[in-house]
């Protein structure tokens, strides 16, 4: 007997009450292809066995390959006190305290969390944590659409699509429009956001705008113009929503210094690995002026009335077990750990060596170019980037699988992260960060050398 704690009858209320004809339909956005089937789980089988079988399904990962993956997710080398310290039973737990200030331990951390992502975004309010990036920038758009009471938003194309399409999903529901603004196709700016194209949608004053989200760096690496941006938001009564990635804030503006009213970001650089989508953190920052907008918890210290220490709930304003059926987000609470895990690895490491991190994977990414540019594989746009470029590679889909076959995980091929755009489609988006080593940037170039040899090869080939 299954355990569910409502009867066929609830349900049929409920789904009666919503306007929905059964479960299926609340699932109607999601694919097909990636609705779970039915299990068909065999039957037991002894531990030694199935360790066996769980060993031999994790060795067909390839843990041999020169890494140049980012696109949103980066490797670091994380201190391991991090994971030391996350492993201890104090904190080892996905729940929230809902009795919070008997947790003193628990608010601590997220206070500690709140404060130093406040001080590296420069924003005056950082929420305990989201679900991952794109649900913390959806996220970031609701509160503008909340403030503002207007329901249009713009997002540069700059933003990476998978946070576009979270922020449309998000919007869907509630009758909201997220508009797309292009990328600049040619010259100088080019892979940057179109601030023409932005100033004209702006000055629709039919459809008032709530927001302009833009991403620092972008999804191809590139820097943005994000002061002229936001000025740009100002000046048509919009708020300016910045993307950014934590790492760089080190040596970049960080948001609240170039006007940014809401910041978002990712918080998987901050030491935690890479893994199969997660779970990662959401970052949240924003102004005081915002403050009853931000979903989540808002942690403050406080002293008792003999002067102790203290650390209090100070605000979750928009949470379902404050405004139940009026709550405009929802935070669950197994991010906490994850949130944890960014507080340790900045203190950690502390500013100075942030900016090292940062400041490392910036040189390495310049070493990547010029080995690449010379294996024959230049940059597909001229702009200023950090750590992350993308290179014109001929067929570049193709390239990519058969560097593969050499060892070579070659970043991202850009006809995958952006399909509908002719222009990228001979791009991979490569990353470098501070890990990344000298010898693997020497197999990357040699393996593309060779590859690009053998398809001109090819190609002279079929033309005789």
């Known amino acids: 007997m299954p355990y569910g704690p409502h009867t066929a009858e609830a349900r049929e209320r409920m789904l009666r009450t919503i306007g929905v004809p059964d479960v299926e339909a609340l699932f109607a956005d999601i694919p097909?292809?990636?609705?779970?089937?039915?299990?068909?789980?065999?039957?037991p089988v002894p531990e030694l066995e199935l360790a066996a079988r769980l060993e031999a399904l994790a060795a067909r990962n390839r843990t041999d390959l020169a890494s140049f993956l980012g696109a949103g997710v980066y490797r670091h080398w994380t201190p391991p006190a991090v994971d030391q310290l996350l492993l201890r039973g104090e904190w080892y737990?996905?729940?929230?305290?809902?009795?919070?200030?008997v947790s003193q331990g628990t608010l601590q951390s997220i206070y500690e969390y709140e404060s130093l992502l406040a001080e590296l975004t420069g924003l005056d309010v950082v929420s305990a944590s989201h679900y991952d990036g794109a649900a913390a920038t959806a996220e970031a758009a609701l509160m503008a659409c909340r403030q503002t009471r207007r329901e249009r938003v713009l997002v540069s194309r700059g933003v990476h699509r998978h946070y576009r399409e979270t922020?449309?999903?998000?919007f869907g529901g509630g009758g909201l429009l997220a508009e797309e603004i292009p990328l600049v196709v040619g010259g100088p700016d080019a892979g940057t956001t179109d601030l023409v194209a932005l100033e004209r949608r702006l000055a629709d004053g039919d459809r008032p705008v709530a927001a302009v989200v833009a991403a620092q760096p972008n999804v191809l690496g590139l820097l943005e113009p994000m002061a002229e941006i936001g000025r740009l938001a100002h000046t048509a009564g919009a708020l300016f929503v910045a993307v950014v990635?934590?790492?760089?804030?080190?040596?970049?503006?960080?948001?609240g210094s170039y006007g940014a009213d809401i910041a978002a970001g990712e918080g998987q650089p901050l030491g935690i690995a890479p893994q199969y989508g997660g779970p990662y953190l959401g970052i949240l920052a924003t102004s005081d002026a915002l403050v009853r907008q931000i979903p989540g918890r808002l942690v403050g210290m406080t002293t008792d009335l003999d002067g102790r220490r203290a650390f209090v709930m100070t605000m979750r304003a928009r949470e379902q077990d404050i405004r139940r059926d009026r709550a405009a987000s929802n935070i669950c609470t197994n991010q906490a750990l994850l949130a944890l895990a960014?507080?340790?690895?900045l203190a950690t490491i502390g500013p100075h060596g942030l900016r090292d991190v940062a400041a490392g994977g910036a040189a390495r990414a310049t070493a990547l170019e010029t080995a690449l540019s010379a294996?024959?594989?230049?940059?597909?746009?001229?702009?200023?980037?950090?750590?992350?470029f993308a290179i014109r590679v001929p067929d570049a889909p193709d390239v990519h699988r058969r560097l593969l076959d050499r060892g070579i995980l070659a970043g991202v091929p850009l006809a995958d992260l952006e399909p509908d755009d002719a222009d990228l489609e001979d791009g991979l988006l490569v990353c470098a960060t501070e890990v990344t080593t000298e010898a693997e940037i020497e197999r990357f170039a040699a393996a593309l050398r060779i590859e690009l040899a053998a398809a001109r090869s090819r190609e002279t080939a079929a033309v005789r």
């Open 93 to 101: 737990t996905a729940y929230t305290p809902y009795q919070p200030e």
């Open 342 to 345: 960014a507080s340790i690895y």
């Open 375 to 388: 294996a024959g594989a230049p940059r597909l746009h001229p702009g200023p980037y950090l750590n992350e």
């Open 167 to 170: 922020l449309a999903t998000y």
């Open 245 to 255: 990635e934590p790492v760089s804030l080190a040596v970049l503006a960080p948001p």
């Open 32 to 43: 097909g292809e990636l609705r779970a089937s039915a299990l068909r789980l065999p039957g």
